[in-house]
């Protein structure tokens, strides 16, 4: 990450604790820590959801909309299915 720095700095901002900025070249393929899993037939209802209520939404000046007002993103609710996680091996700074 080329900004690390700046992502430490507001790390400690937000926790008030020490945030390690960590700017390694190598890192592994796959770097997902972990993934929520939900059900396609959960996530087609959200989506045809947010198309109605985008229908009759108010549009800004330049005729596109906003993000959804907070009733409508109170109304979205998904169960997580599974939780997929893979191990990682990454290079501390005694390996830099």
Do not use: H
């Not at 330049?62 to 996680?85: M, R």
């Amino acid at each position: 990450m080329a900004n690390a720095n700046e992502i430490a700095g507001w790390i400690e901002n937000l926790t008030s604790r020490k945030c390690l900025p960590l700017t390694l070249n190598w890192k592994p393929t796959r770097q997902a820590r972990g993934c929520l899993v939900y059900n396609a037939a959960d996530l087609d209802q959200i989506r045809n959801y947010l198309r109605k209520q985008a229908n009759t939404a108010p549009k800004n000046k330049k005729g596109k909309l906003g993000s959804p007002p907070a009733a409508v993103l109170a109304q979205i609710t998904a169960k997580p299915f599974g939780f997929i996680g893979l191990q990682q091996t990454w290079q501390n700074r005694e390996l830099a």
